[in-house]
């Protein structure tokens, strides 16, 4: 009995771990049917089977669909059978996707990220009133907040008003504005107590009288 025993090293190579070995070997069973129809009552068993195995993706549209292309995948492509939905193949299924197109451009200052630049472009095709008025202050303080996650120390308004000046193509000029931005403390607040307060602050005695099953 010891001479029969199967280690895992010594076993074949599952595709889909998920399924287990015994799915794997029902796939590779159905590859060697030599009748045709047959085969197709086999695949169509092992479907049921793979379905009852994962009851949370019935609700999923196309589940059927994932079920096919998965029994081909498992069966490295190679088994013989009619599906009611277009057979994968394996060159679509190991076709590498694209490369991602990453912005290429270097900001002068990097901690405020490409999105701010972005935000002022908008600012600068806005037309003037209280809208483009409240967006700049909010580009304001958003860029102080990024100068603070760069630089702990605090950070003098002027100075967010020099780079938005300097950024903005000299288009938005807050060096003599006479409103301050948000101070420091604010911006760099932690979380809410809603979002993750303190630990262990519960009311008490709030599981009393509950019942347990």
Not at 20 to 39: L, P, S
Not at 94 to 100: D, G, I, Q, S, T
Not at 186 to 196: N, P, V
């Amino acid at each position: 009995m010891i001479d029969n025993l199967e280690y895992n090293t010594e076993r074949e190579h599952l595709i889909i771990p998920e399924y287990g070995r015994h799915m794997q070997k029902m796939i590779n069973f159905a590859k060697n049917v030599e009748n045709k129809e047959e085969r197709n009552k086999v695949a169509k068993a092992i479907i049921s089977v793979m379905g009852n195995m994962q009851p949370h993706l019935r609700d999923v549209p196309d589940f059927q669909h994932k079920l096919w292309d998965q029994l081909f995948i498992m069966s490295n492509f190679e088994l013989d059978v009619d599906s009611p939905y277009e057979r994968p193949t394996k060159e679509l299924f190991e076709e590498r996707p694209e490369p991602l197109k990453y912005p290429q451009n270097h900001p002068k200052y990097r901690f405020y990220g490409n999105n701010i630049k972005t935000m002022i472009d908008v600012a600068n095709t806005w037309d003037d009133g209280d809208l483009k008025e409240a967006l700049i202050y909010t580009i304001a303080n958003h860029m102080k907040k990024c100068f603070l996650n760069w630089n702990k120390d605090t950070v003098e308004d002027d100075v967010i008003y020099d780079h938005l000046f300097e950024l903005s193509g000299g288009k938005i000029n807050l060096k003599n504005s006479e409103e301050d931005l948000s101070d420091a403390s604010s911006l760099m607040r932690s979380k809410s107590k809603y979002s993750g307060g303190k630990k262990g602050h519960h009311k008490k005695g709030s599981n009393r009288q509950r019942k347990r099953y």
